[in-house]
Nanobody, 127 residues
Framework: QVQLVESGGGLVQAGGSTRLSCAASGRTVSSYAMGWFRQAPGKERESVAAISRNGVNIEYVDSVKGRFTISRDDAKNTVYLQMNSLKPEDTAVYYC????????????????????WGQGTQVTVSS
């Protein structure tokens, strides 16, 4: 099992940027596909971005394409979500998740495909 801790959330003005970090411990994330998800009040958890073990394959939900970038630094055991051109509708608690996999090029985009989760970090975008 890998332990995940998100950081970098906070209050951001619309049009602004912030970067979320997901620091892993317990195991190296190089053996894990990773994902970022978000949940707004009263809504279901939504997939935001996913990255394969080898970092070659990446997926984004349509609403963040061109604005968000997922990346990973296995040497630092950390995954990032760079968020640009933020909109009020991006307001949510953001979670990272890890899925152990032998398939280096596979991404996993559904929350149901993940077992290990962080506690989440709040991102609030003011208009």
């Amino acid at each position: 099992q890998v332990q995940l801790v998100e950081s970098g959330g906070g209050l951001v003005q619309a049009g602004g940027s912030t970067r979320l970090s997901c620091a892993a411990s317990g195991r190296t994330v190089s053996s894990y596909a990773m994902g970022w998800f978000r949940q707004a009040p009263g809504k279901e958890r939504e997939s935001v971005a996913a990255i394969s073990r080898n970092g070659v394959n990446i997926e984004y939900v349509d609403s963040v394409k061109g604005r968000f970038t997922i990346s990973r630094d296995d040497a630092k055991n950390t995954v990032y979500l760079q968020m640009n051109s933020l909109k009020p509708e991006d307001t949510a608690v953001y979670y990272c998740a890890a899925r152990f996999t032998a398939a280096s090029g596979s991404t996993f985009f559904s929350p149901r495909q993940y077992i290990d989760w962080g506690q989440g970090t709040q991102v609030t975008v003011s208009s």
